[in-house]
């Protein structure tokens, strides 16, 4: 068995499921005889023909509508934006539609598409390829919001992604994409959705995060560990809906709680993650949650962007400030 | 039953493959000597830049950069076309125009490197717009401005063919045609989007027929032939501004180069196309015509050579000699004057930039 | 096989010279590092590769002219091209593993959820020095209100002396005792120990010298010599960090438990600093005061268990550091000294070091530092 990065698990689970269900079309800007700009679909051209891999022409509000036209009609389509920067033109559909079908038509409709796109910064790229905007999605009724930060993960979360029945944003940190490798059985087993998964058991402080800043966390969480904080790290993975139950049962456990998200400040998930550890865990609160986050700031150009994306030390010392509270 | 319309696209070609004139070549070029070698000059200028970015980018001195080569006659002479009061609106590869439009050569290297600042032009110009096509919006709601003002000035959109298959595109023209906006959007139709070839991207026979549809006139014009491409946008201004009359012109070149130095487009373009249509290319097409007019000599070409090298150098070394923004720069742009709620995360920006900058 | 060709470096000009390799043939690299310095008539240029792959061989030696499009280098590669994969920008790769280690699904679901209290509780308890879960809960939900903890004050104050029971209770280990049994077991399912023991000769040392600070110094000094015992080793990805600050952990007793507050660039400090920082963090670990910024970053840890009773031990490393020195008691001894017997006073010392990172060479030769600096000392 292979060690595969991340992009690569992607990659392995789009072909492990399009040969399993013959209903399931991949589709984007640049993913057929290109494979898609990060490689996310090579070999899938070759392997299941031009009808079920299409390059579209340059347009995303016509990828996502389209989605939306051939998921009502039975298929299965996982529809590529090259950048999440440029997922905004498909919004309209997105929000107004493959949210909406199941609710409008009361279920005789559905909308069982997956939109998948790199996002985050750290790549050193030109402005607008760097966005962490999950929470526009995170706010939309009718959404399932997932973002996977390992290769297994990512195999997993995607292959249930497909599954589910309804429309999922499916958001892949880039900067992530080839920095390891993990073993990945190609086997089709899916992970679970709307589900934590706690990567690093711990006492002293609960560390709630997702997509690329897993990396930081952990690190931070082994540096910690070092100084004799046991840190508990918790990978949300499906952003929408929350399983607020682990993450709960996690701060009743430690009574002090990190949010670590890129994503600018306000508004940002971690909002939603700590008005609900107030409302449901004060009282095991020994002191007041905090968030690690990306500034409220456009994220700057190459130059300035890695002081933007929060650094193991910012978590390292919101942790340090929490437990002065004995 | 009855045919209720009709419609023609022109193509132009005042220059041909063989550095000839064509016989609807107007009069004057022959005698034009000085904008003929000013349109010379700029586009080796621009190459020899473009070529350095490249290499720049190589060496990890420059971020991502998308190379115009190949590409120079198209980008050269719309800016020549451009009078100084018209207003342009660029997508990314616009090098070869925005030189002629009061933005140095060290800014284009700014912008790719990662700075802000690169965007600061001394001009009314638009900046870069990376979201393909959502510029042409912007466009034509400046030429909204223009004419609401009663301005003397045309507007000029300028996008990839790939551009046209956005929404937004249509929706620009569209708009133009039925407000009669004094705009001109101008195609550098390349033949690739990236990895999606020109025949993948649209049934229509032309990209100028585009415009049919939008209520006004469309052309095609061999974007190889800096001289067309000159003309025929001069054309296109005048009447944008001077009869609110917008147009679409179509310039057919080819991309000499992959679409960014991140990309790989061995991985998708056919072997031998870019030797083969390297056979058309603008700056040596023009150069046999200026040495065959008497115009030009391999003397000239060597000192031109001398001081574009010269030109580029300077240029690397300011780019290369400017200090990085300070972090709290992240904040000052936001809104005209920044809210207090967002005065705190601004001073722990400055902590940080003690440790990060001295 | 892949022949990279030097590329045309920006300068328009035909040929470049090497100035300077920065691999070898026989070395594998990555993509973008930097293979070579080529200088060109107007600026010097690194050349990154553009392929992953072992390098077979070099096509030219410093000081060699290489011309734009001849080879440079070529490598053994089954890739055809090293596929960079982007369109903008530029990923991170590297061969480190992911490792999840041990991922659950949802929750933990271990120990019973901490005290519930309302937070004005919980500051009133800090305040009076109260142990929350000694506390009777009687708020809604089972909640410890702020009035439950004055009527524990008050409670306690009364029954101090009524408690005559002789049965132990059993008590969950907490803070600092069991970050120690968990921080011990982790230690001795990773570290590989190897302690050497030897007895450092301080007959010679003037009276009222201060030990510590002179073996202070001597670790210092014997990190430069020794540099792979000053160093943090990562077990899991095989890959260490030596250092060239010297943060040394001072351990420190006190009714609490062990705390190892850090000495920061002990390299740097004078005789007066260091003694100064040993005087607060004693002070400080006693009043509990000391910050847990102090508590890290240690690159090699002083045990100077001996103050109480000891002479050799097998003292224990906490990764990532792979040495830890251990000073026993000091005690007057019969020794021989040119042939004749004198009364002398020794310092036992046991050195464990992690053999994973370090050798017994480089161990015995860093003990020998610290064992000559000590007896040299003036």
New interface residues.
Partial sequence: MAEITLVEAVNQALAYEMEANPDVIVMG??IA???G?FRATVGLLDKFGAERVL?T??????IAGLAVGMAARGLKPVAEFQFM??I??AMDEIINHASRMRNRTRGRLTCPVVFRTPYGAGI??????SESTEAYFAHTPGLRVVVPSSPSRAYGLLLASIRDPDPVIFLEPSRLYRYAKQEVKNDGKALPLDVCFTLRSGDDVTLVTWGAMVKETLAAAQSLEAAGISAEVIDVATIKPLDMDTILASVEKTGRCVVIHEAP?TCGVGAEILAQIVEKALFSLKAPPERVTG????V??????K??IPSEKRIIDAVNRLMEFA | MKIIDRFEVPYYQYLNEESQLTDDAPQQVAKDSNTLLNLYRTMVLVR?MD??A???Q???KL??YPSTRGQEAVFVGVGNALAKEDIFVPY?RDMGTLLQRGVKLSQILQ??????RGNCYNSEDFPYS?????QSLHAAGAAYAVKFRKENRAVLSMFGE??T????VYEAMNVAGIWKLPIVFVVCNNQW????SRQ???AAHSIAQKAIAAGFSGEQIDGNDIIAVQHRTVEALHAAREKGEPRLLEMVCYRQHD??T???A???EPKNMREQEWKKEPIARLRRYLEQSGLWSEKEEEIL?AEC?VKV?EAVKEYLSVE??P?E???DY?YASLPDI?KT?RD??KD?EIV?HG | MKIFHL??????LAEAEIREWYVNEGDVVKV?QPLVSMETA?AV????SPYAGKITQLHGKANEIIKTGAPLITYETDEV?A??G?????LETSEKKWDDGDVIIGGTKTRAPAIKAMPAARVLAQQLNVDLSQVTATGPQGLITADDVKRFMENSNENKSSSTQLTGQTEALRGVRRVMAQTMAQSHREVVPVTIVEDVDLTDLPPKSDITVLVLKAIVAAAKAEPALNTWFDGKSLERKVFDEVHIGLAVDSTEGLFVPVIKNAEAKSDQELRQMVDEYKKSVSARTVAAKDLQGATITLSNFGMIAGRYATPIIVPPAVAILGCGRSRDVVMPRNGQMVIGRIMPLSLTFDHRAVTGGEATRFLGTVIQQLQSAK
């Fill in positions: 800007e640049d005889k290109n494979g700009v390059d022409p340059l347009a995303e509000s016509m920067g440029f905004y033109p050193h790229a030109p402005e607008h390829h400040l500034f409220d700031t456009i700057p150009y190459a130059r300035l962007e002081y933007y | 020899t070529t350095k490249v290499a720049l190589r060496t990890g971020g991502t990314y912008y790719w490197g990662g700075d802000e990376v979201p393909i096509g959502s790939g551009a298959s956005q929404g937004d989007a990236i990895s999606v993948a991207q649209t679409h960014t991140a990309d790989d061995s991985r998708y050579q090298a150098d990085p923004q972090l720069s992240m904040f936001l967002y995360q722990m920006l940080v990060a | 590329p045309d470096l920006g300068e328009g973008d107007k240029v690194d050349v990154p091209v596929d960079k982007s369109v903008v920008g530029k």
